[in-house]
């Protein structure tokens, strides 16, 4: 070999020994714990890691993390079908913390890596918010009930025209507070896992115009077109889910149309539809929207929102079993299809 090929082998050789070195300390100072396996060996764990499990290079994979919920890691690691990352949230047990730790977790297949993201104060904060939301919510409900009641009654003794009007309309916001009222509560019991869906005849049109009219007000402003197409008179569903599914999608396509124009709902027995004539979605975001908080840029600019209300949308979809589509042109419209069997 010549002395120039040995030196500039021996230069690379350093250059590249230096560089993992280097790598390896900057993913010391990452928040993430790293984990990457040989197989389902541990083969290099980062300084966060070795904070929730200790010296661990080396061990076995599934003899280091105790997940709650069973064995999806498992079944991803050993299969060859998965395409992409796999993410999911689970509670893994901490030897040297002494507890269960609530992860989110990502596998990146191409890496043969696991990143671990600490999220425990996350979830305490949200249930403490959803706690007081049904603490909240059961706190109004009497007392509504006793307003609504004295409302009835004054009512049917008013028999001045203008007291009358405005009695009823106190009546219709009062009985819209309810809903309101009901939609955090049961919303809530849902994020909780506590809601069990409940299927009821549902009169179709009643339950539509009842959504509506706590949107009309925005269509109007926008002067949009809300276009009613129902092919069946009752749907066997939990009404509080079909209604909070309508009122977020229909709700969503008001505020991302443009003015002048039109929002489709079809209802029929086996799909629900509701079509906008706005913005439209870009296709990278589109996996991303059902995610909570989650606001695409053209949606920031455009209308205010909190990037929930797809969210519980997903979220009572998968709780009644139900699927769902999006179809999306850019400056074109949107359509969600939510299937109902």
Known sequence: M????????????????????TTLKLLDHVQEALLV????????????????????????????LILEKGTLLVDVIHSDGLEGNLEFED???????????????????????IILRDITQERILQEAKDNMSVLVAHELKNPLSVLLSTISEMIEDEDDEENLRKLLAVEKQALRLKR???????????????????PVFINVKRLLDSVLDDII????KKSITIEKQISIDTL???????????RNLISNAVKYSFENSRVIVKITQDYISVRDFGVGIPDEDIPKIFNRFYRTSTAVKMASGSGLGLAVVKHL?????????????????????????
Not at 38 to 48: C, F, L, Q, V
Not at 188 to 193: D, E, V, Y
Not at 236 to 246: C, K, Q, Y
Request: hydrophobic fraction near 40%; proline fraction near 2%; aromatic fraction near 10%.
């Open 2 to 21: 010549e002395p120039r090929e040995s030196t500039n082998q021996m230069n690379q050789q350093v250059t590249k020994s230096v560089s993992c070195e």
């Open 37 to 64: 396996l040989d197989g389902s060996k541990i083969a290099y764990a980062n300084k966060k890691a070795k904070e929730f499990f200790g010296e661990c290079e080396g061990t076995d994979l599934f003899e280091l």
């Open 91 to 113: 509670k893994v047990f901490s030897g040297k913390k002494g507890g269960w730790i609530h992860f989110h977790i990502t596998y990146v297949k191409q890496l043969s890596a």
């Open 180 to 198: 309101i009222v009901e939609q955090i509560e049961y919303i809530t019991m849902a994020q909780l896992g506590l809601y069990t869906p409940k």
């Open 217 to 220: 007000e925005l269509a109007q």
């Open 236 to 246: 066997v569903a939990d009404e509080f889910i079909i209604r909070t599914i309508l």
């Open 317 to 341: 979809a998968n709780i009644a079993d139900y699927r769902i589509e999006v179809k999306s042109q850019r400056m074109i419209g949107t359509e969600f299809i939510v299937y109902l069997r």
